[in-house]
């Protein structure tokens, strides 16, 4: 059972046609059919990429290799039962099951009608905007690594004429990177006429109006909700283990804790002993162990042996995850760590040709 068509179940579904071959019953239960790669989502933005080059379409990967295509939304979890509850009420059995349901915005209802930038289609809505809009005002909130990569591209396309303004409630941009980086970004908005506002936390969004912690009313004619990221909720009312945050906790195997027949990636987790940035560039090396490992527990219950008696890989993350932040121009941002940045022309050129190498190897398959 995959659970969710996030980027590291992407990987485990190229491998299912051999298992579906031999017999093995897979089934995704997902209600996005069309997975948006988060590296190219805000050069979507901008311009530089259409729709179709940067979606996968999961349901003709699925008749590809032969898996089961359940849309709609798994809305809890129960180990015991090894049942995944829909939200249309289904109950769906499974001996083995891998989760990735991406993570949530990290806040809801206070949200109201803004474009919340997680799944990554509903960017669609942004971009309509953009393009329709003889003026107006949009307004960003959060100035984390996607709120700002967002504002830059959508800053930079072509015939926008919307008032933008970038609202962050720190002190920076890019606050978990180098602070220079953040100020470089920063000069670059502030050249292209974004109102960048430190110290602005928004409170809740009510129609048009952002109400904010100071008291003051904003009005905006859109708002981008890219406020940073939780676990999803059913976790947690299924009775898993989670953190804080609502993060579904998971052994370096990505296997759950007491539940060794089920596995979780991506941004939806939160893995023992590490601190990971939320980004596709890990769940994408997720994916490659969670692969592995559901393989080797295939081959394990083919044998005859229990999930517990199977070696499995333990996930190794970089040692600093890289981000290769687009700027709407000729240029990228470096982000290594909390420290180490860098900007250049080359950069943007080797985030493109990294961009279209990895989806060129799902896009062609399901072209």
Known sequence: MLIG??????????????????????????????????????????GVYAARELSIDLLRWCLMQRV???????????????????????????????????????????????VRVKPLTHIERLITWLDGVKGGTLVVVGGGAAGTELALNASARPGVR??????????????????????????????????????????????????????????????????????????????????????????????????????????????????LDRSGVNAVAQGLTMRHNVAALLRGWQAGRSPQEVRLRSFRPYPASPYLISTGSDDALLALGPALWARGRALLRLKHLADRVWINRYRLGAG
């Open 162 to 275: 919307a008032r933008l303004i970038l609202l962050e409630p720190g002190e920076r941009l890019l606050g978990h990177f180098a602070p220079a980086l953040g100020e470089r970004a920063r000069r670059r908005l502030e050249s292209r006429g974004v109102q960048v506002r430190f110290g602005s936390r928004v409170e809740r969004l009510d129609g048009d109006v952002l109400r904010l912690q100071n008291g003051e009313h904003l009005h905006a004619d859109l708002v981008v909700w890219a406020t940073g990221t939780r676990g999803h909720p059913m976790f947690r009312e299924s009775g898993l283990e989670v953190d804080d945050h609502d993060f579904l906790k998971v052994r370096r195997t990505l296997q759950l804790h007491g539940h060794p027949e089920l596995l979780a990636a991506g941004d939806c987790t939160s893995v023992d002993g590490l601190t």
């Open 5 to 46: 068509g996030g980027h590291a179940n992407l990987a485990v579904l190229k491998a299912a046609r051999p298992w579906t071959a031999a017999g093995v019953r897979v089934t995704l239960i997902t209600d996005q059919r069309f997975l948006y790669y988060s590296g190219m989502t805000p050069e979507h933005v901008r």
């Open 68 to 114: 089961t295509y359940l849309p709609s939304a798994a809305v809890r979890i129960d180990p015991h039962r090894r049942e995944v509850h829909t939200v249309d009420g289904s109950l769906v059995p499974y001996d083995l099951a891998a989760a990735d349901v991406g993570g949530m915005q990290r806040h809801g209802a206070e949200a109201g009608g803004a």
